[in-house]
């Protein structure tokens, strides 16, 4: 083609409160929520890297310093990562105007809590070939009613967005808005520099209106989630478990019989694993705990005796008492569970709680 990908950036919009997440996102950003012990943001990093685009700028809002402390000049994870800061929220559109110095040639632009893995190379030589300005990803969806409908015409070129739709206005078309985005600079003229704007909402609409060359393209075959909820947030653990996401195969590889097990991580003997199952590094697990399938444990956890865990997301340095049963629940960083406790599907406890013995949730 007539572009070379290590030439071309990738605006990351991570400035998102994350309200739907809490308390989990009380004292992390959303951008830093483990994801079967990696931060969110470290998936997409590592997407970007696979696909040869090395110059990410990270567009941030809330609890800032925390992510440059994990994620610094991205040097560990041999990227080049440049931040910039809204003091308030400018809403996604925003965000990118407030990026345009950036916007040097075709520029990617994507949502910081999604997983997928889209063909980036596919959907560029589309954007070309369209002679696009500004390209969706587009991914169908059995139920489109939360997310925002994109309808298409045989071209691919866009011809209508139904923000989170009725059933009766749901027709053949369920291909969403994934998220992801190719955008020529010229197109940021149509947005108001340190104004609040909504991409979605104000910015596309406008681009309709005024007939722009905008185009959804499909991507049939991709894994993609969003990590909006809980219920997402537990989705996506059990499918990178089950290695639906097909760029992370890399933790596959740490898998013994279906089980990833941290350096430093102590077992005793008669512990049982019902793989899959990730446990971190430097945990102790006690006689006779069962780890059954689809838990994952943080870092430096204390699982003691006879507890039971199934379908679990456990933080770093979590300690559970003797005799607890957990299912389907996440449990934030720093929280002891008391011993012959029962916490049951759904719950989802924030960092540093403490629940006393033998309580029922
Ligand atoms: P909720 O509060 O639960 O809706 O979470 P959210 O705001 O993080 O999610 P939403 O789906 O609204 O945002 C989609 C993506 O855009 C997320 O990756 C957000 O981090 C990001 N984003 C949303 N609003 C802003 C903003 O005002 N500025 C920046 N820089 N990014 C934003």
Not at 114 to 142: C, G, Q, W
Not at 175 to 198: D, F, Q, R, T
Not at 255 to 276: D, F, M, Q, R
Request: proline fraction near 4%; glycine fraction near 8%.
């Amino acid at each position: 083609g007539d572009f070379q990908m290590k030439d071309i950036s990738a605006v990351i919009l991570v400035g998102g409160e994350g309200t739907r997440l809490r308390p989990l996102t009380l004292h992390t950003p959303k951008a830093l929520v483990p994801v079967v012990n990696k931060p969110l943001l470290s998936y997409i990093i590592e997407w970007f890297k696979y696909q040869h685009i090395y110059n990410l700028i990270f567009s941030v809002c809330y609890q800032p310093d925390k992510l440059k402390s994990v994620f610094g000049s991205g040097s560990k994870y041999g990227v080049h990562i440049n931040y910039i800061v809204e003091k308030e929220p400018l809403g996604t559109g925003g965000a990118i105007k407030k990026a345009e110095r950036f916007f040097k040639n075709t520029t990617i632009v994507i949502n910081g809590d999604v997983l997928f893995d889209l063909d980036l190379a596919s959907m560029l030589n589309y954007h070309r070939s369209k002679k696009s300005k500004i390209t969706i990803a587009l991914t169908p969806v059995e139920d489109p009613t939360a997310y925002g409908l994109v309808k298409i015409d045989k071209s691919g070129r866009i011809i209508g967005f139904l923000e989170k739709p009725t059933w009766d206005e749901v027709g053949r078309q369920r291909n969403i808005n994934a998220g992801v985005y190719i955008i020529e600079p010229s197109i940021l003229k149509y947005i108001k520099p340190n104004k609040i704007c909504s991409l979605e909402r104000n910015i596309f609409p406008e681009l309709l209106l005024k007939k722009e060359s905008f185009y959804g393209f499909v991507a049939k075959s991709m894994y993609w989630i969003d990590l909006g909820t809980h219920e997402k947030y537990r989705q996506a653990h059990q499918d990178i478990l089950e290695g639906k996401l097909t760029n992370t195969k890399y933790f596959k590889k740490f898998y013994v019989n279906n089980v990833a097990i941290g350096v430093g991580t102590k077992l005793s003997k008669k512990t049982e694993l019902y793989g899959p199952v990730v446990i971190g590094e430097n945990c102790k697990i006690e006689n006779k705990v069962t780890l059954n399938e689809f838990t994952v444990i943080g870092n430096r956890c204390h699982i003691a005796e006879n507890v039971y865990l199934e379908r679990c997301i456990i933080w770093d340095d979590v300690i559970i008492e003797s005799g607890a049963r957990l299912t389907g629940c996440i449990i934030g960083k720093n929280s002891h569970i008391g011993s012959h406790s029962s916490i049951s599907d759904g719950v989802v406890l924030g960092d540093n709680n403490r629940i006393q013995p033998y309580s029922y949730l």
